[in-house]
């Protein structure tokens, strides 16, 4: 049976110590929290992992960093690789997130690669995909997801795949106050899905943890959380204050 995830993003916010304080706050209300039906993973800037790694129960609260290098080690002044994020204690990476593939180019050639590198150091992998509003206006909806999941994950064996989890994030509902309706956002998940149950077959399908993205909060979360293909949420704005990202953890 698949997991329901509940990741945070924290982006480029918070010093490392208002970043610490967060993450104390987040693995203080998970501990004492009751019955939560999710995992809860945050993710974190580079500079923050080693610190927050040692005020959270890792087997409670995941933690991930937000991207890394698509080389392992070497001179690349300024990059941050897949062995370094993992030797902070992180246990995630989130991948391909738009702000990454819009602002600093990464193809999906770039994102395979990091892909690769990341699970051979024992990474799990939150890959982000999603189309623009021009696309969705343009109909164009599937064609885009077909092609950046296929380009970037479809080589993995499946073994391979179970450390992957997908998060469908619709650019235009991304920190604009403009959610996708939860049956918009179904219909991607439920034809994700059947895209990997294409490559992997009907079981793997089943067990894939398909998460969505994009102006996420407490009030929409439990419309989002009760549609049969969505498995939980990639969470931005909403999980830069403990009490927010809390309401969408037990939104479930
Ligand atoms: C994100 O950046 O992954 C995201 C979903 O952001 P927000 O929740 O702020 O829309």
Redesign the pocket.
Known sequence: MRKNIVAG?W?MNTTVPEGVELAKAVNEAVANANGIKCDVVIGVPFTHLTAVKQVIDINKVGLAAENCADHNSGAYTGEVSAPMVASTGANYV?LG???RRGYYNETAQMLKTKVDLALEAGLKVIF?CGESLEEREAGKVEDIIKAEISESLFHLTTEQWSNIVI?Y?PIW?????KTATSDQAEEVHAFIRGLVAQQYGQQVADDTTILY?????PSNAPELFAKPDIDG???????LKAADFMGIVTAF
């Open positions: 993003n982006k989130i997130h738009s702000e982000c998060a994030e509902a991304i920190g604009t106050g993205g994009g102006s996420c909060k949420g990639l969470i931005g704005g909403a999980s």
